[in-house]
């Protein structure tokens, strides 16, 4: 897609004008042709075989079969816009090659502020330090870019690359549950990350990662309008 296409496109459905930069690191929706590569990048493995992170098995399958996964995945969350159900599914980017996905989802915001977020990596970028980073750069969409009050991230407790990296930004333990994975009961931890704990942390990320398009994702969405209350005086 060229730069006048996506122009274009961000004019009808603002969510394609959303950008999230930090050094070589960017966070942007997908057009159809990379969203192509982010599928390929997928079906190639983005964990081990014997490992299952994900509640709903989608990395399972032939290659065909995953890649298929994916863009029906992408292209539903391209249309959850609404103010009470939205979804930013975000290609990772490093030095212009995709290299995960990293996603923001709300139910009800304008009145809880209170998002969530998940993501993966292709498995030959793990290591890196990237999972890492781009959750950085996912909060700081949320609480910079669209007022959130709370993000939270969840895990189960056999995936220890999510869970320390929510332990290492600082979120607060939120509880834990048993649920059923694959047929199995598993424990999935949760994890809080406050306004006040992201305002509180030493590191000063606003200088360093730059937003483009918030503001039109905001009026898409409806965060900009008033929260909504069921407070009514007595009489």
Do not use: C
Not at 32 to 53: I, M, R, T
């Amino acid at each position: 897609m060229t730069g006048t296409s996506r122009d274009a496109l961000s004019a009808v459905l603002p969510t394609f004008g959303l950008r999230v930069r930090w050094d070589d690191l960017e966070l942007r929706l997908p057009d159809d042709v990379e969203l192509l590569a982010l599928a390929s990048l997928a079906a190639d493995g983005v964990h081990n075989p014997e490992v299952a992170p994900f509640s709903w098995p989608w990395t399972r399958g032939t290659h065909e079969e995953v890649k298929r996964n994916v863009l029906a995945h992408q292209w539903k969350n391209r249309g959850r816009t609404a103010a009470d159900d939205w979804a930013l599914s975000l290609a990772v980017f490093r030095d212009g090659e995709i290299v995960g996905e990293q996603q923001i989802s709300a139910k009800n915001f304008q009145v809880t502020r209170s998002g969530r977020t998940g993501s993966w990596l292709g498995l030959r970028h793990h290591g890196q330090g990237i999972g890492t980073r781009m959750r950085l750069m996912a909060l700081h969409l949320a609480f910079e870019g669209l007022n959130a009050a709370e993000m939270i991230s969840e895990a189960y407790d056999d995936n220890p690359a999510s869970n320390a990296v929510s332990r290492r930004l600082g979120y607060t333990a939120n509880g834990w549950r048993a649920t059923v994975r694959e047929g199995q009961s598993v424990i999935e931890r949760s994890y809080r990350m406050t306004r006040e704990l992201w305002d509180a942390r030493p590191d000063d990320l606003r200088a360093e990662i730059a937003i483009d398009g918030a503001s039109s994702v905001r009026q898409l969405f409806g965060i900009d309008q008033p929260r909504q209350s069921t407070y009514r005086e007595n009489a």
